[in-house]
């Protein structure tokens, strides 16, 4: 299975502190994904990390990738209030879209 | 575009009714996926579409279940007969293999209710 498992299962942090989740898998992968739902909603795509990419920054978001240790993770800087929600990793494989959601990160930001 | 739209929001049907979920992707998209969200078993990947042929229909559960993609711009899920355990949300996503770096854009999902 491509299965990323994401640690912590559940992340409090109050507002202005950075969170940081992290993800690991079990295969090789092409790349690595990063989303976000917040409750009731559907996901939203954060960002995309390549399996030849080390570091990658999105605004407030940063992603790291290590291959050798097939673990990733993300850190949300500067959190807000706003950012609660629930924090997937998903790998895809190297020969097609079989594309596998970890349990997440819950993540409660507090004002 | 309107994104990935799925109907119905909400559906609540009775054991052993017939349930029809509908997707409509991204215009462009090759890629049409169907995920069930539920507390004990998180984000399940049913069955993938890429042009319009299902590629992995492997993480179907029964044969109660059946998807299909008539053309580019409509998917079907459908479960017959239903039963209180397939209560959950239902995903649709979709994506495109030139614009990988966008990732998988979902719908909204439907909550289904079997009682």
């Known amino acids: 299975s491509q299965q990323g498992e994401e640690d912590p299962q559940a992340l409090s942090i109050q507002e202005g502190e950075n969170a940081t989740m992290n993800c690991s898998y079990k295969?090789?992968?092409?790349?690595l994904q990063w989303y976000r739902q917040n409750s009731g909603r559907g996901l939203v795509h954060l960002i995309l990390i390549r399996s030849n990419e080390r570091e990658k920054h999105s605004g407030r978001l940063r992603v790291t990738l290590d291959t050798s240790k097939k673990s990733s993770s993300l850190l949300i800087t500067a959190s807000r209030a706003a950012d609660t929600a629930s924090y997937f990793c998903?790998?895809?494989?190297?020969?097609?879209?079989?594309?596998?959601f970890g349990p997440g990160t819950r993540l409660s930001v507090l004002p | 575009d309107a994104g990935v739209i799925q109907s119905p929001r909400h559906e609540v049907t009775e054991m052993g009714q017939e349930v029809t979920l509908r997707c409509k992707p991204i215009s462009g998209h090759d890629y049409l996926f169907w995920y069930r969200q539920t507390m004990m078993r998180g984000l399940e990947l049913l069955i993938y579409f890429n042009n319009n042929v299902p590629i992995d229909d492997s993480g179907m559960p029964e044969d109660r279940f059946s998807a299909k993609m008539p053309n580019a711009s409509f998917s079907t899920l459908k479960i017959q007969p239903s039963e209180p355990r397939d209560s959950a949300v239902y995903f649709c996503a979709s994506s495109s293999w030139d614009r990988v770096d966008y990732g998988y854009t979902f719908g909204s999902g439907t909550r289904l209710t079997v009682v």
């Open positions: 295969t090789s992968i092409n790349n």
């Open positions: 998903a790998t895809v494989g190297n020969y097609g879209q079989n594309f596998v």
